[in-house]
């Protein structure tokens, strides 16, 4: 059952490197779709919070310690920006610099990304049919996810090439992550649901406190459409992907 963990895991990898071509753009023109990027980012990861990590959690352990984990994710993402934001002010900062956000940003994807690792070795060793409904499941997920972050990262001060990188380097902890639950098996399959939960608190914390506050450099009715459309558009695609997917 090895093989075909590795290779759902290292497809996943490779849709996930995939959106990294985005900033392979000439610098304006990918500037300018980061920023209309942002709205969908923002929905996605509202949505896919509330219609697939939340409920999942919630199935596991229940209403309410799913929300507290929620609310410990958003409290320790909190203090982990601060700190960001602490060092970045007492070590020198100038405008072009990365912003504490987009750290973040791939800090969440690098867990999200171990603990999906983690999730197809897990289905995998349950059955194979279920290892592999788990794997389109995640791989369709990851597309619109990893092409908004990408938005972010410009958004947050990293190069076209820088962000590339980072990417590539972060996809690899979706292969670490099915080597250790192959390795351990059933064991620690428990706490899934409690570290989704957090990744949720991480993921509404950047939507809200972050990457909304952007938005309001455009003013004007019509950035104001603009912005709620593709809001509305990425909360959109993580309900239909949800549901054409549910179990």
């Known amino acids: 059952m090895l093989i075909p963990i590795v290779l759902a895991a290292l497809a996943e990898s490779i849709v996930s490197f995939s959106g990294g071509f985005f900033v ?11 920023h209309r990027m ?62 504490p956000f987009a750290t973040l940003i791939l800090f969440g994807d690098a867990i999200h ?7 197809l070795a897990v289905s995998f060793l349950v ?27 410009i958004r947050g001060g990293y190069s076209r090439s820088r962000a590339l990188w980072a ?3 972060i996809s690899l902890t979706t292969l670490a992550g099915a080597l250790l639950g192959y390795a351990a098996g059933e064991s620690f399959a428990w706490l ?19 990457l909304i506050p952007e938005t309001h450099e455009e003013t004007g009715m019509w950035h104001l459409i603009v912005q709620l459309a593709l809001m509305s558009a990425g909360i959109g695609v993580m309900y239909f992907l949800g549901l054409y997917f549910a179990e």
């Open 38 to 99: 942002l709205g969908f980012a923002i929905g996605a990861l509202i949505g896919v919070t509330f219609f697939d990590v939340i409920p999942e959690a919630m199935e596991a352990i229940g209403e309410k310690a799913a929300f507290g984990y929620v609310a410990l994710g958003i409290m320790v993402f909190f203090a982990a920006e601060k700190a960001l934001r602490w060092y970045h002010h007492h070590h020198g900062g100038h405008d072009g610099e990365i912003r």
């Open 127 to 153: 059955s194979l049919p279920l290892g592999i409904a788990t794997t389109v499941a995640v791989l369709v997920h990851e597309v619109p996810q990893e092409v908004a972050d990408f938005g972010v990262l």
């Open 192 to 210: 899934l649901p409690y570290l989704l939960a957090v990744i949720g608190g991480n993921f509404l914390y950047i939507a809200m406190s972050d």
């Open 167 to 169: 990417n590539f380097a």
């Open 113 to 119: 990304n171990f603990i999906d690792g983690i999730a």
């Open 24 to 34: 392979l753009m000439r610098k304006s023109v990918a500037e300018w779709l980061a």
